[in-house]
């Protein structure tokens, strides 16, 4: 009998079933690396807003430059290779450390205030699960915020994507199997249109649609620090010939310059079973290798030098 996909409510958190919560979350974790959150703290209202204004964006500024491309590569011909190829438009907002939202000039004001007010209650969301992470590894609170702080604080973007309908699904992925290489990743999915999917036990599973939840997923760098306890999965969109799939993923990374390895309280008397490695550098390989297992990405790491800056010494 196939296990249910885990869904956790926070609001259990403050009462009597706290307990059983952040035992539903250390098994999602263990044996997932994928979980969806209700009564997250992100208002309905908001979250209704972003949708609405993100697919009238879409619909307004990007749909038929995509129908142009999409077409063009499909009709290149049967012998046309479109496995390296995603069936998604999308754009990238960056909040942090810089914003890059003025680089977007058909996003209109209001848009960007809904978008600006989301990443902000998705950043207190991704803290809060750090933490709650810590809590179940037995890490000191803020640990898992401190590692991936560096010099300048955490990177956090947010990855805008459609899934429109395609007419050879057979063909194409929306997007293709991979793991994500950061920290963790807060998903706003569309709840009328499917789509994503992870492998667990040699199949892919359905990530199941839910009106206003998030959906949370564990990147490389936990996987990492956490010396493999928790595992990056891997996941992918599938193209769908009917409907048109909204896609929000929200990325809360270490900083580039942030050292990463297993935390030691983790590694115990065992080996440690990962590298210690820059993020900048892992992410240099990563977007050469995205689509490859991550394996020999961790392999590659262990060969790095990591260089230091010494201070001045004070005349």
Same mark, same amino acid.
């Given at each position: 009998m196939a296990c249910s996909f885990p869904v956790l409510d926070l609001e259990k958190l403050?009462?009597?079933?706290?307990?059983?919560?952040? =035992?539903?979350?250390r098994d999602a974790c263990e044996k997932w690396g994928f979980f969806e959150l209700l009564n997250h703290g992100i208002s309905h209202e908001l979250m209704d807003e972003v949708e609405r204004r993100?697919?009238?964006?879409?619909?307004?500024?990007?749909?038929?430059?995509?129908?142009?491309?999409?077409?063009? +590569?499909?009709? #290149?011909? /049967?012998? %046309?290779?479109?496995?390296? &190829?995603?069936?998604?438009? %999308? *754009? *990238?907002?960056?909040?942090?450390?810089? $914003?890059?939202? #003025?680089?977007?000039?058909? &996003?209109?004001?209001?848009?960007?205030? +809904?978008?600006?007010?989301?990443? %902000?209650?998705?950043?207190?969301?991704?803290?809060?699960?750090?933490?709650l992470l810590c809590e179940n590894l037995?890490?000191?609170?803020?640990?898992?915020?401190?590692?991936?702080?560096? #010099?300048?604080? /955490?990177n956090f973007g947010t990855k805008v994507s459609n899934y429109p309908p395609c007419p050879r699904p057979e063909?194409?992925?929306?997007?293709?199997?991979?793991? =994500?290489? @950061?920290?963790?990743?807060l998903l706003f999915q569309d709840d009328r249109v499917s789509g994503l999917?992870? *492998?667990?036990? @040699?199949?892919?599973?359905?990530? /199941?649609? &839910?009106?206003?939840?998030?959906?949370?997923?564990?990147g490389d760098q936990l996987e990492v620090i956490t010396n493999g306890k928790?595992? $990056?999965?891997?996941?992918?969109?599938v193209a769908r010939s009917d409907g048109n799939r909204m896609s929000i993923a929200s990325f809360y990374n270490p900083s580039g310059d942030a050292v990463i390895y297993p935390a030691p309280s983790l590694v115990q008397k065992e080996a440690e079973a990962y590298p210690r490695f820059v993020f900048e550098d892992y992410m240099k390989l990563y977007v050469t290798q995205k689509f490859q297992a991550k394996q020999p990405r961790f392999e590659a790491m262990k060969a790095t030098v990591i260089v230091t800056r010494?201070? %001045?010494p004070t005349p």
């Open positions: 403050r009462g009597e079933e706290r307990e059983q919560t952040m =035992d539903l979350l993100t697919k009238a964006h879409y619909e307004q500024c990007r749909e038929q430059k995509f129908k142009q491309l999409a077409c063009k +590569a499909l009709k #290149s011909g /049967p012998g %046309t290779d479109v496995t390296d &190829m995603d069936w998604e438009s %999308t *754009f *990238f907002l960056r909040h942090l450390p810089v $914003s890059n939202m #003025s680089d977007f000039p058909d &996003m209109d004001e209001e848009y960007r205030k +809904a978008m600006r007010e989301f990443a %902000t209650g998705l950043k207190k969301l991704a803290e809060r699960l750090l933490d037995g890490l000191e609170e803020g640990y898992l915020k401190n590692a991936f702080y560096g #010099s300048k604080g /955490p063909l194409i992925h929306g997007l293709r199997a991979h793991t =994500d290489a @950061g920290g963790i990743i999917q992870l *492998f667990k036990d @040699g199949q892919w599973i359905d990530v /199941p649609p &839910m009106h206003h939840s998030i959906v949370v997923n564990l928790y595992k $990056s999965v891997l996941h992918r969109v010494q201070p %001045t």
